[in-house]
């Protein structure tokens, strides 16, 4: 889950702003639509009404709603909130591509969290991550490029190499019109092991 979880029951779609004083991010941006499925019992329901958390850090690398050595934003809410999955089982979000900060690569933290086949609290972390070459093209456009390159590439990094390229968004679009990216999610609602932060959580 890393560090910087910060549940502040934000129910919004578009999340790139900080509530306080109505500020957008700046970054190119991004719709990031989420199906959340039942795959227990060989089937493929999609699971309405589930909690999906998101929560990234800016064009900068900085997190609203934390103190950390570099930066201190607490009580800000900005790249922040959630979405109940309709129907369909789908939550949509309208954010901005992620930047980066050192040791990382390039992600999207994310939480589930619906009832268990037997009826109990039942939660699922784990991070989204992005093509190399989409993050690229997004990152050459203002204000990633002023950060220069990069220093954590998905091959270098500790946690997508424990299973991230199963959580690899399905991205397209470009600078100019922004992206959109879709994940669809399968939960063995049976398996109450997955209540505690699975093997893709850790460090920021």
């Given at each position: 889950i890393g560090p910087y979880f910060v549940d502040e029951q934000l129910n919004r779609?578009?999340?790139?702003?900080?509530?306080?004083?109505?500020?957008?991010?700046?970054?190119?941006p991004l719709t990031l639509a989420i199906g959340v499925f039942d795959v227990s019992?060989?089937?493929?329901?999609?699971?309405?009404?589930?909690?999906?958390?998101?929560?990234?850090?800016?064009?900068?690398g900085v997190y609203s709603g934390?103190?950390?050595?570099?930066?201190?934003?607490?009580?800000?809410?900005?790249?922040?909130?959630?979405?109940?999955?309709?129907?369909?089982?789908?939550?949509?979000?309208?954010?901005?591509?992620?930047?980066?900060?050192?040791?990382?690569?390039?992600?999207?933290h994310f939480m589930i969290r619906t009832l268990g086949a037997d009826g109990q609290a039942y939660e699922f972390v784990s991070q989204f991550?992005?093509?190399?070459?989409?993050?690229?093209?997004?990152?050459?456009?203002?204000?990633?490029?002023?950060?220069?390159?990069r220093n954590t590439l998905n091959s270098d990094d500790n946690i997508y190499n424990n299973g991230g390229d199963q959580l690899l968004l399905d991205n397209s679009g470009d600078n100019a019109n922004g992206y959109t990216a879709t994940i669809n999610i399968g939960l063995d609602l049976n398996d109450t092991e997955v209540g505690a932060p699975s093997s893709f959580g850790g460090p920021p």
């Amino acid at each position: 889950i890393g560090p910087y979880f910060v549940d502040e029951q934000l129910n919004r779609s578009d999340i790139r702003s900080e509530p306080s004083d109505n500020s957008v991010r700046e970054g190119v941006p991004l719709t990031l639509a989420i199906g959340v499925f039942d795959v227990s019992q060989n089937n493929c329901d999609p699971i309405a009404g589930a909690q999906v958390d998101i929560w990234h850090c800016d064009a900068a690398g900085v997190y609203s709603g934390v103190s950390d050595r570099s930066f201190s934003t607490v009580g800000q809410k900005f790249l922040r909130g959630y979405q109940l999955t309709d129907a369909t089982g789908k939550a949509q979000f309208l954010t901005i591509y992620p930047g980066w900060y050192s040791g990382r690569t390039v992600h999207i933290h994310f939480m589930i969290r619906t009832l268990g086949a037997d009826g109990q609290a039942y939660e699922f972390v784990s991070q989204f991550f992005f093509d190399e070459a989409r993050t690229d093209q997004a990152h050459s456009a203002q204000p990633y490029s002023a950060r220069g390159y990069r220093n954590t590439l998905n091959s270098d990094d500790n946690i997508y190499n424990n299973g991230g390229d199963q959580l690899l968004l399905d991205n397209s679009g470009d600078n100019a019109n922004g992206y959109t990216a879709t994940i669809n999610i399968g939960l063995d609602l049976n398996d109450t092991e997955v209540g505690a932060p699975s093997s893709f959580g850790g460090p920021p």
